[in-house]
């Protein structure tokens, strides 16, 4: 099933009040019994139509029921936390509209917004504890043992680290997205024009851009930090033009020089370099850089290394900051950070073992069960229901410009 934003300008007051005490239920309870919906949701506005706002969020798939439960109650959906988080980024005049959903990534699903002055900007939806619709038809225990909420609270959880890391290392002038705002397991961050590396097919001097990419991850390497993820997929390519006027033969010349810059994002796996496993996670990077430059530009670097051994020697020198701790002293405790590295280690696993599915063929499946389905309540219907909203993305016209609210 997927969303459409549209249904974001049919919700009343009365109905955002619902969804948000949903959402506060959802803190201590997997699913949110309904007398206490009503109560906080009276308390915050008083009003009374609190039924008729459930019934509206649970049409729009924001809120899904669980019949089999031993209490009658509801529980948020991921679509449900998209648009609480969409209201708030919009009540904040961050994001105005949403446009196309320009990549799936494997924890993700990535947005052009704009704001009101049109200008774009990406929104990155966390989507952690997100599997295939296939494997959980075929592992109901899924969806039994998992813990209340938790694919909310560690997406939310991806979402924090990210944002925080983010501005961290925009403080510290390496080239990253700004960072513009968060909310719940979303992020919003300035739109790099650029091509991932991936997608980069030669370049004018491969050794150059091999030697920027090296630094970088050493520099990260003297803040405390290790990207853990640095690959072809996670390096922007932006061609910085710039053109010099020469004269030549009393002739005006303009010769245009381009530069390609390399932007890094995708940092909810960072690591510090006192992780365990750091030397692990170093080298990883940056063998990965030298697997693709060998095989895409036909690269190879005359120097081996660089070593963790040497690159630990240089942590926090030349006055650099330690960004591993300045994340760590922004309330993101120890417990946490190893709970994120747990979910995101079991998500790549499930990639690895080949679990994990495109969502196009995702979307495909859905759509034939929507076909084919009738509107039918018996059990089967309604766990199938809880399964496609699971993975309820907002589905929206290519064009930006459809407004919020
Ligand atoms: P994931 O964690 O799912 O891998 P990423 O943050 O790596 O998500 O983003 C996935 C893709 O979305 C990137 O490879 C890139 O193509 C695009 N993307 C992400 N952030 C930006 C941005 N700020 N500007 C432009 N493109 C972006
Ligand atoms: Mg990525």
Redesign the pocket.
């Known amino acids: 099933m997927f969303l459409d934003t549209r249904v974001l300008r049919h919700l009343t007051a009365e109905d955002w009040r619902v969804l948000t005490a949903v959402e506060m239920g959802s803190k201590n309870h997997e699913l949110v019994p309904t007398p206490l919906i009503e109560r906080i949701a009276r308390l915050k506005g008083g009003a009374s139509g609190v039924h008729k706002s459930i019934a509206t969020l649970a049409k729009s798939g924001l809120i899904g029921r669980m019949k089999e439960a031993k209490y009658d109650g509801y529980r948020l959906t991921y679509g449900g936390l998209d648009y609480l988080a969409l209201h708030t980024h919009s009540s904040k005049d961050v994001v105005y509209s949403v446009g196309s959903r320009?990549?799936?990534?494997?924890?993700?699903?990535?947005m052009i917004v704009a704001d009101k002055t049109g200008k774009q900007?990406?929104l990155?939806i966390?989507?952690l504890g997100r599997i295939s619709f296939r494997t959980v038809k075929s592992n109901r225990d899924y969806l039994r043992n998992r813990q209340g909420g938790s694919w909310m609270y560690l997406s939310r959880l991806a979402a924090m680290k990210?944002y925080a890391f983010m501005q961290a290392l925009q403080e510290e002038g390496f080239p990253v997205?700004e960072p513009i705002s968060q909310s719940r397991h979303t992020i919003v961050?300035?739109?790099?024009?650029?091509?991932?590396l991936?997608q980069v097919s030669s370049v004018p001097d491969p050794a150059s851009l091999y030697a920027e990419l090296i630094d970088l991850i050493l520099r990260l390497a003297k803040h405390g930090l290790i990207h853990g993820?640095f690959n072809e997929?996670?390096i922007?390519i932006k061609e910085e033009r710039t053109n010099k006027y020469t004269i030549e033969d009393g002739e005006e010349k303009e010769t245009e020089t381009v530069t390609l810059v390399p932007?890094i994002?995708?940092?909810?796996q960072m690591v510090s370099m006192d992780h365990v496993n750091a030397e692990m996670y170093f080298d990883r990077d940056v063998e990965c850089i030298k697997r693709f430059f060998k095989k895409r530009f036909h690269f190879v670097p005359t120097q081996p290394g660089p070593f963790f051994k040497d690159a630990k020697k240089t942590v926090g020198k030349d006055g650099a900051k330690r960004l591993d701790a300045t994340v760590e002293a922004s309330g993101f405790t120890k417990k946490m950070l190893k709970e994120l590295e747990k979910a995101i280690q079991e998500q790549q696993a499930k990639i690895d073992a080949g679990e994990a599915v495109e969502e196009e063929e995702l979307d495909e499946d859905e759509d034939e069960e929507d076909d084919s389905g009738s509107d039918s309540d018996d059990e089967e219907d309604e766990e199938d229901q809880q399964e496609e909203e699971e993975h309820a993305v907002f589905e929206i016209p290519a064009n930006v410009g459809r407004p919020l609210s």
């Open positions: 320009v990549g799936v990534g494997k924890e993700s699903d990535i900007k990406i990155k966390h989507r990210e997205p961050m300035s739109l790099v024009e650029s091509l991932p991936r993820d997929f996670n922007l932007v994002i995708d940092f909810p």
